[in-house]
């Protein structure tokens, strides 16, 4: 049985422990006094990005679902929630089950699709597929499957949970809909004070949300939708991590180095997300307690209100990444898995190093490379736990 002696993040602390797990199971976690475990090592549980665009499809000189994935591993990450406005998009059962194919096939990280609602019939097939979240554009946005107008109450009628693209306007109407029909709601990239407090005074078990980590640490002109806020907006992010906020995703974003040039939006993030969330650890810019809330306890919530087993336990899944903190490195966009070898990030000090990934008691991601045994699986494929 393979066995770690290792510290551990929770919500309280780092801690000693002895994890050992058989097959795809942990099978006991053991606190220790720390002798054998190396003080700069640690564990993070289940590290999981709800919110990626793989591409591929006709957008693969951007980025392929295996080089996605593949930095998804290198970046920490276990498993991925792919969005839908591909090229074409995820808006039929036809393309849904092609692009389930694809990602089975060629997938390096466990992952969960979503579909993309923006016509009546559209809106038609979402009602008959295994989605994870219908996503809905309102609003200005990159790509052109903006919901037409008058159909978003329909879509909340579906009870199937609903991840907007929106602004205040459309978070409001979002909202209304998802407490008049009890549908769970997803917003997505939350970057301004309003916002959090527009929730926040909404919150219940059913509306979740998101910021990601350009939105927390940068500001200035760099290229994205919705635009990054000022330290005012940045201030009310971090407050609200764990709380308002549940989750942190990257929202990655990639595009050919021609095309960023070009103004395109969006950025390459899978890859750092990790890193810089543990460094803000390190650094005591975020508690032990929020850190855990938005990297694992809350997209385990997430998830398991999809029917989906996840998190870290005795019984559990054995996904997770083990990171150095021994020395701060500046980030290297040259070096990411993803084609997409651009960063707002570049030459940021950080002082976590993923060193490995495991993803269902198997190493991905090893020495700096994806290992022969990285091949992901949907989500869906594992049931609640009883």
């Not at 559990?316 to 070096?335: K, M, N, Q, W």
């Amino acid at each position: 049985m393979p066995q770690f002696n290792i510290n551990i993040a929770t919500s309280r602390g780092l801690f000693p422990v002895t994890v050992g797990f058989e097959g795809e199971r942990i099978d006991s976690i053991t606190y220790t006094d720390g002798a054998h475990a190396s003080p700069t090592r640690l564990i993070i549980p289940s590290p999981v990005d709800l919110h990626v665009h793989l591409r591929d499809f006709e957008q693969r000189q951007k980025e392929t679902v295996a080089s996605g994935t593949r930095a998804a591993l290198a970046g920490g990450i276990c498993a991925v929630a792919d969005m839908p406005n591909t090229v074409p998009p995820v808006a039929d059962r036809e393309t849904y089950e092609r692009r389930l194919e694809l990602m089975s096939h060629d997938a390096a990280c466990d992952f969960v699709l979503n579909f993309c609602v923006d016509d009546k019939y559209s809106l038609s097939q979402a009602a008959s597929v295994d989605l994870f979240f219908i996503k809905v554009f309102l609003g200005e946005t990159t790509g052109s499957y903006v919901l037409e107008k008058g159909l978003l109450e329909n879509v909340f009628m579906l009870r199937k949970p609903v991840a907007i693209h929106a602004d205040l306007k459309g978070m409001r109407e979002a909202i209304k809909y998802s407490k008049r029909y009890e549908t769970p709601l997803h917003i997505c990239h939350v970057s301004r004070r309003e916002e959090v407090e527009l929730i926040a005074r909404h919150k219940d078990e059913r509306i979740t949300c998101e910021a990601t980590p350009h939105h927390l640490f940068l500001s200035g002109d760099h290229a994205v939708k919705p635009p990054l806020g000022n330290a005012n907006d940045r201030d009310a992010l971090w407050a609200a991590l764990g709380t308002t906020i549940d989750i942190v995703a990257s929202d990655h974003a990639p595009h050919t180095l021609e095309e960023k040039e070009h103004g395109a939006f969006g950025i390459s993030g899978v890859e750092t997300l990790l890193p810089l969330m543990v460094t803000a650890l390190v650094r005591g810019e975020i508690s032990f307690k929020h850190f855990y809330a938005v990297m694992h306890e809350n997209p385990k919530r997430i998830l398991r209100s999809h029917g989906i087993e996840y998190g870290f336990g005795v019984g559990g899944r054995a996904d997770f990444s083990i990171v150095d903190t021994s020395e701060s490195y500046a980030i290297d966009p040259a070096l990411f898995h993803s084609k997409a070898k651009h960063s707002p990030f570049s030459g940021m000090e950080v002082e976590a190093r993923v060193v490995e990934t495991w993803v269902r008691g198997k190493r991905f991601f090893s020495n700096g490379a994806c290992t022969n045994e990285a091949r992901g699986a949907p989500l869906s494929a594992f049931s609640k736990e009883p």
